[in-house]
């Protein structure tokens, strides 16, 4: 019945964080436990460790986004690979995929690299269907690669469950490279073909040394922090702090191409995106705990278990429900809501809590532009103009290519688990 | 029923223990009381334990002497750096001042059946050790979050004390954060933070001890009977705990010397550098009053009556 | 009734203008702690002992004050899948009953951390340096009177025009009014 009219209440527009709030009250008066346990769950967030890694990412990349390192951005792509086929898509693949593993935001990415895409595309040739779906799918790409919020978000999920599993945010971030690349591959490729009967880019390509010199500042910073983390040289949080403070002094203090006035209107925006996210973890911290207290995951896995004979089996039916998942629900919600149910029953079948984590992180990337509701195609439609039917039908093949990626990732825990070293 | 969390996963010696204690009491009491474990830490680690106890969601749990100091001071009688040299010292005071400890926890709401010892911890580094005085700063150690009196010490070394919570240590000794730690042998195997180390100071430094606490008000629900059965088991079941402990250093120890750790014993001048260092800042921090250590003389006299008679 | 009403955006505007400020101090302080304590620990070889308790508290204030900033801005993440093909009479009745029972769901929220952190008080663990936990925690129930506060008031104003769910939606805003 509560569980009833809080759906109800959720598809109305209630606030997600309210709406796992009375779920964890309703969970704890039911099981007679002190309401007061829901206040301490929350208070957790500021507990954990790694989610000091949050403000910073987020704070750098929304900086990055209200400067003109975007332009930049595409201006050394033309200059490096505009005479290769499919070029410009495939290096925008990879600024998609590095700007929305900084800022955890695919809505981000579409609104500042992808405005700045779109019209390159185009005037490469591309055909408006086809730079509208790479444009719209392609910023969705970067969940799966370090520092990617969901990425951290999934650990401390996990760590909540199954504490002694020591499901590292580094483990993730190392799993994730393999399955992430294929993804990209897959979208890269995929240009290639579609570009392989156009006409090279008609428009004077801009020269490489001007655009690097450009870019100088910024250049340095992906494998300065990617390289630091991989390398076990700097902490993730450490990361977070050289991330932050590097794109501050560059950006503000060195090019001044944003003024100190108009900080605290940025570090606002980026701060709403922490807290209203840091807000719905807590709520859901406590939700965890009451499904935990009430062993509610042995439940379910005794309830299935009879029914399921494979751990491959197991995870097609976890495909499916975060598919669905995926096509209403916010990707932070999903993972929020379904990874503590799923984490146990998944490793009572054996499956590897890491391998689980990026088949999930994949879903929900896929979920950011799946219809109804994918807020990429929502984004675009509104960014671009375009019809959101129109965005729904650009997208199509590209989902269909993700989607046998996904399979993949499913079917061969070793491309996940290879790297971490888990296998 | 009674819900109790613990640190230890499921399949650990601990959990063993712990599911053959409740097996006895559900036998014992003819299912009276039924016992339900929270294991491998999903209740959050030893304060958040504490607070769901006070707030009734759980009404046990598995605790570190030194996590109880958040409610008596008796316990830190048994947390205090370099004043046991031995083993032999350690047992010769139980019997008089587990009961002492045992009593002030009663009155803080906490009833322990008993108190099982996890062995001596020592220090283990990348280097072998100096004198206390050629440590510098550049020593960077692991202290427990919230062990004062062991960063004091270790300041008062010279050396930089680093607090972090257990999680983090083994992350920290990766990066470089921290180069040195306290630990069992035993422990340091499990916890894979031998990896890291070359050297191992064979110098004792604390006793570490863990336990059962039960909240009394749960205790006082049972019947008589039923209490004095459920105590009986679970302070069995940390002495057979403290039995495994002691196996399992000593194997670790051989383990430890096969992948080539060095363990040294330090001169007996150094040892007594250490000891100096280690009563002076006790003194300093409990005239000052950042430190209460009930029973302390008393136990320092048995102590000193005991090394006199060897 | 006008002036009333002129008075009361001026008082959101400095409540606003305040939160910005405070969510600033915190997040550069946030940075030079984390600088600090990398460069005295590579430069040095020392560690700041109490800097990982500030920066984790500084994390829970920065939530807790961007929650509020983000109730009165409309910037919780919801799902709102259905008031896009709901009649505007319904859809504004609907608004009012989600922003009410949120209020409310905050007003609990603030009550049950007003409670712990007296229980916390009873524990008297240190944060960091000086700085008791319960001090820190002391937000939690700050930031929920505070936001029920913003959500009651929404209850009573228009529904904002449905731009979807969470993020980058700040800058479309603005580029859309820019353009
Ligand atoms: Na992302
Ligand atoms: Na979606």
Same mark, same amino acid.
């Given at each position: 019945?509560?569980?009833?009219?809080?759906?109800?209440?959720?598809?109305?527009?209630?606030?997600?964080?309210?709406?796992?709030?009375?779920?964890?009250?309703?969970?704890?008066?039911?099981?007679?436990?002190?309401?007061?346990?829901?206040?301490?769950?929350?208070?957790?967030?500021?507990?954990?460790?790694?989610?000091?890694?949050?403000?910073?990412?987020?704070?750098?990349?929304?900086?990055?986004?209200?400067?003109?390192?975007?332009?930049?951005?595409?201006?050394?792509?033309?200059?490096?690979?505009?005479?290769?086929?499919?070029?410009?898509?495939?290096?925008?693949?990879?600024?998609?995929?590095?700007?929305?593993?900084?800022?955890?935001?695919?809505?981000?990415?579409?609104?500042?690299?992808?405005?700045?895409?779109?019209?390159?595309?185009?005037?490469?040739?591309?055909?408006?269907?086809?730079?509208?779906?790479?444009?719209?799918?392609?910023?969705?790409?970067?969940?799966?690669?370090?520092?990617?919020?969901?990425?951290?978000?999934?650990?401390?999920?996990?760590?909540?469950?199954?504490?002694?599993?020591?499901?590292?945010?580094?483990?993730?971030?190392?799993?994730?490279?393999?399955?992430?690349?294929?993804?990209?591959?897959?979208?890269?490729?995929?240009?290639?073909?579609?570009?392989?009967?156009?006409?090279?880019?008609?428009?004077?390509?801009?020269?490489?040394?001007?655009?690097?010199?450009?870019?100088?500042?910024?250049?340095?910073?992906?494998?300065?922090?990617?390289?630091?983390?991989?390398?076990?040289?700097?902490?993730?949080?450490?990361?977070?702090?050289?991330?932050?403070?590097?794109?501050?002094?560059?950006?503000?203090?060195?090019?001044?191409?944003?003024?100190?006035?108009?900080?605290?209107?940025?570090?606002?925006?980026?701060?709403?995106?922490?807290?209203?996210?840091?807000?719905?973890?807590?709520?859901?911290?406590?939700?965890?705990?009451?499904?935990?207290?009430?062993?509610?995951?042995?439940?379910?896995?005794?309830?299935?278990?009879?029914?399921?004979?494979?751990?491959?089996?197991?995870?097609?039916?976890?495909?499916?429900?975060?598919?669905?998942?995926?096509?209403?629900?916010?990707?932070?919600?999903?993972?929020?809501?379904?990874?503590?149910?799923?984490?146990?029953?998944?490793?009572?079948?054996?499956?590897?809590?890491?391998?689980?984590?990026?088949?999930?992180?994949?879903?929900?990337?896929?979920?950011?532009?799946?219809?109804?509701?994918?807020?990429?195609?929502?984004?675009?439609?509104?960014?671009?103009?375009?019809?959101?039917?129109?965005?729904?039908?650009?997208?199509?093949?590209?989902?269909?290519?993700?989607?046998?990626?996904?399979?993949?990732?499913?079917?061969?825990?070793?491309?996940?688990?290879?790297?971490?070293?888990?296998? | 029923?009674?819900?109790?969390?613990?640190?230890?996963?499921?399949?650990?010696?601990?959990?063993?223990?712990?599911?053959?204690?409740?097996?006895?009491?559900?036998?014992?009491?003819?299912?009276?009381?039924?016992?339900?474990?929270?294991?491998?830490?999903?209740?959050?680690?030893?304060?958040?334990?504490?607070?769901?106890?006070?707030?009734?969601?759980?009404?046990?749990?598995?605790?570190?002497?030194?996590?109880?100091?958040?409610?008596?001071?008796?316990?830190?009688?048994?947390?205090?750096?370099?004043?046991?040299?031995?083993?032999?010292?350690?047992?010769?005071?139980?019997?008089?001042?587990?009961?002492?400890?045992?009593?002030?926890?009663?009155?803080?709401?906490?009833?322990?059946?008993?108190?099982?010892?996890?062995?001596?911890?020592?220090?283990?580094?990348?280097?072998?050790?100096?004198?206390?005085?050629?440590?510098?700063?550049?020593?960077?150690?692991?202290?427990?979050?919230?062990?004062?009196?062991?960063?004091?010490?270790?300041?008062?070394?010279?050396?930089?004390?680093?607090?972090?919570?257990?999680?983090?240590?083994?992350?920290?000794?990766?990066?470089?954060?921290?180069?040195?730690?306290?630990?069992?042998?035993?422990?340091?195997?499990?916890?894979?933070?031998?990896?890291?180390?070359?050297?191992?100071?064979?110098?004792?430094?604390?006793?570490?001890?863990?336990?059962?606490?039960?909240?009394?008000?749960?205790?006082?629900?049972?019947?008589?009977?039923?209490?004095?059965?459920?105590?009986?088991?679970?302070?069995?079941?940390?002495?057979?705990?403290?039995?495994?402990?002691?196996?399992?250093?000593?194997?670790?120890?051989?383990?430890?010397?096969?992948?080539?750790?060095?363990?040294?014993?330090?001169?007996?001048?150094?040892?007594?550098?250490?000891?100096?260092?280690?009563?002076?800042?006790?003194?300093?921090?409990?005239?000052?009053?950042?430190?209460?250590?009930?029973?302390?003389?008393?136990?320092?006299?048995?102590?000193?009556?005991?090394?006199?008679?060897? | 009734?006008?002036?009333?009403?002129?008075?009361?955006?001026?008082?959101?505007?400095?409540?606003?203008?305040?939160?910005?400020?405070?969510? &600033?101090?915190? !997040?550069?302080?946030?940075?030079?702690?984390? $600088? +600090?304590?990398?460069?005295? =620990?590579?430069? %040095?070889?020392?560690?700041?002992?109490?800097?990982?308790?500030?920066?984790?508290?500084?994390?829970?204030?920065?939530?807790?004050?961007?929650?509020?900033?983000?109730?009165?801005?409309?910037?919780?993440?919801?799902?709102?899948?259905?008031?896009?093909?709901?009649?505007?009479?319904?859809?504004?009745?609907?608004?009012?009953?989600?922003?009410? &029972?949120?209020? !409310?769901?905050?007003?609990?929220?603030?009550? $049950? +951390?007003?409670?712990?952190? =007296?229980?916390? %008080?009873?524990?008297?663990?240190?944060?960091?340096?000086?700085?008791?936990?319960?001090?820190?925690?002391?937000?939690?129930?700050?930031?929920?009177?505070?936001?029920?506060?913003?959500?009651?008031?929404?209850?009573?104003?228009?529904?904002?025009?449905?731009?979807?769910?969470?993020?980058?939606?700040?800058?479309?805003?603005?580029?859309?009014?820019?353009?």
């Amino acid at each position: 019945m509560i569980i009833l009219i809080v759906i109800v209440l959720a598809l109305i527009g209630l606030p997600l964080f309210a709406v796992i709030a009375i779920g964890a009250m309703a969970g704890f008066h039911a099981a007679e436990l002190d309401l007061r346990l829901v206040a301490m769950e929350f208070q957790r967030i500021g507990e954990l460790p790694v989610l000091v890694a949050l403000p910073l990412f987020t704070f750098a990349g929304v900086l990055v986004a209200h400067s003109q390192t975007p332009a930049r951005l595409v201006e050394l792509t033309r200059a490096a690979l505009g005479w290769l086929p499919g070029g410009l898509a495939i290096l925008g693949l990879i600024m998609f995929a590095l700007m929305t593993a900084f800022t955890g935001a695919s809505g981000i990415t579409v609104v500042a690299l992808g405005s700045l895409m779109l019209p390159a595309l185009l005037a490469a040739g591309f055909q408006r269907q086809f730079a509208l779906g790479l444009v719209t799918t392609g910023s969705s790409m970067g969940v799966l690669f370090a520092p990617s919020l969901p990425l951290i978000l999934y650990a401390v999920v996990a760590q909540q469950v199954a504490p002694g599993r020591a499901i590292g945010v580094d483990d993730l971030f190392l799993a994730g490279i393999l399955p992430g690349l294929l993804m990209l591959s897959v979208l890269a490729g995929y240009a290639m073909w579609i570009q392989r009967r156009l006409p090279p880019d008609p428009r004077p390509r801009p020269a490489l040394m001007p655009a690097l010199r450009d870019i100088a500042w910024e250049l340095p910073l992906p494998f300065v922090v990617l390289g630091g983390i991989y390398s076990g040289w700097l902490l993730v949080i450490e990361a977070a702090v050289v991330t932050a403070a590097w794109v501050m002094i560059s950006l503000v203090l060195i090019r001044r191409e944003i003024a100190l006035p108009r900080l605290p209107g940025i570090i606002s925006e980026a701060m709403m995106l922490v807290g209203a996210i840091l807000i719905i973890l807590g709520m859901s911290l406590a939700s965890t705990n009451v499904m935990i207290d009430a062993q509610v995951p042995q439940r379910i896995f005794e309830a299935v278990a009879p029914h399921i004979d494979s751990r491959i089996v197991f995870l097609l039916l976890v495909n499916v429900i975060l598919l669905i998942a995926g096509m209403v629900l916010d990707i932070f919600a999903a993972l929020v809501i379904l990874a503590p149910l799923i984490i146990p029953v998944a490793l009572a079948f054996g499956v590897d809590p890491v391998h689980l984590g990026i088949i999930f992180l994949a879903n929900l990337q896929i979920g950011y532009c799946t219809p109804p509701v994918g807020i990429n195609l929502f984004l675009a439609s509104h960014r671009f103009g375009d019809d959101i039917l129109k965005i729904y039908r650009a997208t199509l093949p590209f989902l269909g290519l993700l989607l046998i990626a996904l399979l993949i990732i499913t079917w061969w825990p070793g491309l996940s688990l290879w790297l971490p070293g888990r296998t | 029923e009674l819900r109790i969390a613990t640190l230890a996963p499921d399949g650990s010696s601990w959990m063993n223990e712990l599911r053959e204690a409740e097996r006895r009491i559900a036998a014992a009491t003819e299912q009276r009381v039924r016992i339900r474990y929270y294991p491998g830490g999903v209740m959050g680690d030893a304060s958040a334990v504490l607070r769901r106890m006070r707030l009734n969601q759980v009404q046990g749990g598995a605790f570190t002497v030194g996590d109880l100091a958040a409610l008596t001071s008796a316990v830190n009688l048994y947390s205090l750096p370099f004043l046991f040299e031995s083993e032999a010292d350690v047992q010769a005071i139980r019997a008089e001042f587990d009961p002492l400890i045992m009593a002030a926890l009663a009155d803080a709401g906490m009833v322990i059946p008993g108190l099982s010892l996890g062995g001596f911890a020592y220090l283990f580094g990348r280097e072998s050790f100096p004198s206390p005085e050629q440590l510098s700063t550049s020593w960077r150690v692991w202290v427990p979050a919230g062990d004062e009196l062991s960063r004091r010490t270790l300041e008062a070394a010279g050396v930089s004390p680093v607090p972090l919570p257990l999680a983090d240590v083994y992350t920290s000794l990766q990066t470089g954060a921290i180069n040195t730690f306290a630990s069992t042998p035993s422990a340091a195997i499990i916890l894979q933070w031998h990896t890291r180390a070359r050297h191992m100071l064979d110098l004792p430094i604390l006793m570490t001890a863990g336990t059962i606490g039960i909240d009394s008000r749960a205790l006082q629900r049972l019947a008589e009977a039923d209490r004095e059965i459920v105590l009986k088991e679970f302070g069995q079941a940390l002495e057979r705990l403290e039995q495994v402990n002691q196996r399992d250093n000593e194997s670790a120890r051989q383990a430890l010397m096969e992948q080539g750790i060095r363990i040294s014993a330090p001169s007996d001048e150094h040892a007594e550098t250490w000891r100096r260092i280690a009563r002076d800042t006790r003194q300093r921090m409990i005239e000052s009053g950042q430190i209460e250590v009930p029973n302390l003389d008393r136990m320092i006299d048995v102590l000193n009556r005991l090394h006199e008679a060897e | 009734m006008k002036q009333n009403k002129r008075l009361s955006q001026s008082i959101q505007d400095d409540l606003e203008r305040l939160e910005g400020i405070a969510l &600033t101090v915190l !997040l550069l302080g946030l940075i030079a702690l984390g $600088l +600090s304590q990398i460069v005295m =620990r590579n430069l %040095f070889g020392m560690a700041l002992p109490w800097a990982d308790g500030a920066m984790r508290a500084a994390v829970l204030w920065l939530a807790m004050i961007a929650g509020i900033t983000a109730a009165g801005r409309m910037r919780h993440i919801r799902i709102d899948v259905l008031s896009l093909w709901l009649p505007p009479g319904l859809r504004r009745w609907l608004h009012g009953l989600c922003m009410i &029972t949120t209020a !409310l769901v905050c007003i609990q929220m603030c009550w $049950l +951390s007003l409670a712990m952190v =007296r229980l916390e %008080f009873e524990f008297q663990t240190a944060a960091f340096l000086g700085v008791q936990t319960w001090m820190v925690q002391l937000i939690v129930p700050f930031g929920f009177a505070m936001m029920a506060v913003r959500f009651l008031g929404a209850a009573f104003a228009p529904p904002p025009e449905t731009i979807p769910i969470e993020l980058g939606q700040e800058q479309s805003r603005q580029d859309g009014q820019a353009s």
